[in-house]
């Protein structure tokens, strides 16, 4: 692996991969996200990946930029999340020049076309409608309104609200914050391939990328972000009607450490032992033993001032709270938290996960959009600069092997408390806040 920061503040990361089959990985870490928006441009960071398919001044029509990826066969992509905006290429590498000029051309020198602004923008909403009806992105959206509240994390990546005619974008509101974050210096180009480092740096330095001047300009103290997330003094609730549900989406949340600090390794593992296989912990409970659901999973997610480690289900909407004579979802969750908080793992549970852990990052080993995402996201995000990016195939050896069932416990016990916990649930026919409250009420910690 080697990292190259050009004189315009782009930085580059190059990694060869184990296959030697002649495919590059692209991908192209813009440090802006929704985090960075404020209440008249809600919803920008995503307009303007789309906006930046729409034409360039090299190629001015956005079908064009679509036939130079076909015309080479190349896959591409790009997606919006709190933190940045990625663009995913992957070509053959004898195409890999054309992929990161097409990319460079696009990311630094996008037109905006007035003719395209409002019709993209009613695209966006037609994406956003399809969100809309799915249950889990309504969920994560009131979750992440909750757990994050007081902090810019707490928005929205996109929703129908930021589209009301009220408050539509105006176009030089878009176009500035486009030019104040769309800047080589705010760029990560991770890059996987048999092509050595110094043919992917002449590459580069002979596209907009490398040849791009560094503007001095500083960005608007209006686009700064709020990072600091108030502490909670108890469990938070949110229940939400949606009429139209047949099942109740249930979620338990707890805030726990950002993407730096490396408790995340050891909280990775509960959550596997949790739901990483047909045998964890939340999988035997609800569905094997007591019949309860169909879906059920718990999730990490790390951002760089926060994260959260979530228990998700999806259950009858009259199995809340009861399942006849017996206990329903949240109780057995509840006693579940309850018995890991006591008794901890067990190191049969150790051994399981790390297996699992292990396997699933040895099959990726062949994907090299795989360790190109995460090289990337590991050079964006990290605070320390001095601090060595390790590879995706040594990251199992270098962090997960040495975790003890010790130090699962002591995340445990540092993370799953009532003073952490936010509890959420959309559907039809809730239950009451008073039970709700009764039951996690009952957790110890």
């Known amino acids: 692996m080697q990292i190259h920061t050009c004189p315009n503040g782009l930085r580059i990361i190059h990694e060869t991969p184990l296959s030697k089959l002649p495919i590059t990985s692209i991908q192209i870490f813009c440090d802006v996200g929704s985090i960075y928006e404020h209440d008249g441009i809600r919803g920008a960071s995503h307009y303007i990946e789309h906006m930046c398919f729409k034409g360039t001044k090299k190629i001015p ?17 790009a997606n919006t999340e709190k933190q940045y905006t990625r663009y995913i290429a992957k070509t053959q590498d004898k195409y890999t020049h054309n ?15 007035k003719k395209e602004f409002g019709k993209e923008e009613k695209v ?20 992440d309104a909750q757990i994050y509240a007081g902090s810019s994390y707490a928005y929205a990546i996109d929703t129908l609200d930021y589209h009301q005619k009220s408050r539509q974008f105006k176009y030089d509101d878009i176009v500035e914050y486009y030019h104040a974050f769309y800047r080589p210096d705010r760029m990560v180009l991770s890059i996987v391939s048999n092509l050595s480092f110094a043919t992917i740096l002449k590459i580069v330095n002979k596209t907009d990328f490398g040849s791009k001047t560094l503007d001095k300009s500083c960005i608007s103290e209006k686009y700064a972000i709020s990072a600091t997330i108030p502490n909670q003094t108890d469990i938070q609730y949110k229940l939400v009607s949606r009429p139209h549900l047949n099942t109740t989406h249930l979620v338990i949340s707890f805030r726990i450490c950002n993407w730096a600090d490396t408790d995340r390794f050891a909280l990775n593992i509960l959550k596997n032992i949790l739901s990483g296989s047909m045998s964890s912990r939340m999988f035997m409970l609800l569905r094997e033993d007591n019949g309860l659901t169909y879906t059920s999973q718990a999730f990490t997610v790390y951002y760089k001032h926060s994260g959260e480690l979530t228990l998700y289900a999806e259950v009858d909407k009259n199995k809340i709270i009861a399942n006849g004579e017996k206990m329903g979802v949240l109780p057995l969750l509840i006693h579940m938290l309850n018995k890991l908080c006591e008794d901890g793992i067990t190191g049969a549970e150790l051994t399981l996960a790390k297996t699992s852990i292990q396997n699933n990052k040895l099959m990726h080993f062949e994907n090299n959009a795989v360790s190109a995402n995460h090289n990337g996201l590991e050079l964006l995000l990290q605070t320390d600069s001095t601090k060595e990016i390790i590879s995706y195939r040594k990251i199992y050896d270098t962090y997960y092997a040495g975790i003890s069932v010790a130090k699962i416990n002591r995340v445990i016990k540092k993370y799953l408390r009532k003073m952490a916990m936010n509890v959420c649930m959309i559907g039809n026919q809730l239950p009451s806040l008073k039970n709700v409250k009764r039951e996690c009420e009952k957790f110890m910690m």
């Open 61 to 77: 029509v956005a079908k064009d930029i679509f036939l130079e990826y076909d015309k080479i066969g190349a896959s591409f992509n």
């Open 99 to 113: 992929c990161i000029s097409i990319m460079a051309d696009m990311l630094l020198n996008s037109t905006f076309p």
């Open 124 to 143: 966006v909403i037609e994406e956003n409608i399809k969100n809309s009806d799915d249950s889990q992105s309504t969920l994560a959206e009131i979750s």
